[in-house]
């Protein structure tokens, strides 16, 4: 069922460019589309620059490390602070476990940092149809290489 | 310490930004056409496809913005910006990393690399950067700028 449209996305990385680099994407479907970027949950949590403010989607670009329940961790102190929205996770690093938790800790696409910008486009264009969405190379990392890859 | 390199304002239009992240030089041609409306931006994932790639065979940069050489300085820096400088007609060249290296900056008029930022700075301290080099005075962003002269040698990354 297709999703109301994505407004206001609260990007978190450390890199102010990918924010840059994604409101380029994101504007292309969506031109009203305002981005937030803050440069780690820490901040997000705490600012009050974003107190009262709500966010359609999250998409989180910082390292959290590899155990998987940091992230999950994450996911759930956003959508306490910010309520209910859709959760991007873009990271270079892979976790197969996180791949199957994504419907129940609430991730709606988990998308490789190297991923061509194609593929950013499909991720956004899952999330506006409310979709989930994994990238080619977690895809074939999980479904092709299986345990071998798993850490 | 850097020194200025002497070099004669020029106009940046050619850019070739070489980072594994495909979302880099998108960003980079956002900031950079904000600026400079004839600026182009071209992509490459790593330096050995840059130098390797057919697309690239006879082209000529002003400008190589790298993301994904050695973090350190090291003979391999050294040869990798002689290489692209060597190819793509002596382009300027500003490293883009998230790595502090004080030896980069003391010798970055010998190596022949002309700004150096780091991977974290804001959107406007690339606009600062790109409007330096097309004035043709070297640059250093403020995050390495505080590193090398306030925390000195001291602090290597």
């Given at each position: 069922m297709p999703s109301p449209l994505i407004n206001n996305i609260l990007v978190l990385d450390d890199m102010p460019t990918i924010a840059l680099g994604l409101q380029g994407i994101f504007c292309s479907f969506n031109e009203t589309v305002h981005i937030e970027h803050i440069e780690n949950i820490f901040t997000a949590l705490s600012?009050?620059?974003?107190?009262e403010k709500k966010f359609d989607l999250a998409v989180i670009g910082e390292q959290?490390?590899?155990?998987s329940d940091d992230l999950l961790r994450t996911v759930a102190e956003l959508q306490h602070r910010f309520g209910p929205m859709k959760i991007m996770v873009y990271s270079p690093n892979y976790d197969h476990s996180l791949l199957e938790k994504m419907e129940t800790s609430g991730i709606d696409a988990y998308v490789h940092k190297y991923e061509a910008v194609a593929e950013i486009r499909k991720a956004f264009s899952c999330l506006l149809a409310g979709e989930p969405y994994i990238s080619p190379i977690y895809r074939t990392l999980y479904y092709e290489y299986g345990l071998m890859m798993r850490k | 310490m850097p020194s200025a390199t002497n070099q004669k304002p020029t106009s940046l239009d050619k850019i070739l930004v070489i980072d594994d992240l495909p979302l880099i030089p998108l960003a980079f041609q956002e900031v950079f056409r904000g600026i400079n409306q004839s600026a182009v931006v071209e992509y490459s994932e790593n330096i050995f496809s840059a130098l390797s790639a057919r697309a690239y065979a006879s082209a000529t940069f002003d400008l190589i913005i790298t993301g994904?050489?050695?973090d350190n300085y090291s003979e391999h820096l050294q040869q990798a910006v002689t290489e692209l400088k060597k190819k793509f007609g002596s382009p300027l060249i500003m490293v883009y990393s998230s790595a502090y290296d004080p030896v980069i900056i003391e010798k970055m008029a010998a190596t022949g690399i002309d700004a150096y930022v780091h991977k974290y700075e804001s959107i406007e301290e690339i606009r600062k950067a790109y409007v330096r080099l097309g004035k043709g005075s070297p640059y250093v962003s403020e995050i390495f700028h505080t590193l090398y002269y306030e925390y000195g040698q001291g602090v290597r990354k």
């Open positions: 600012s009050k620059s974003l107190d959290l490390g590899s155990p | 994904s050489l050695q």
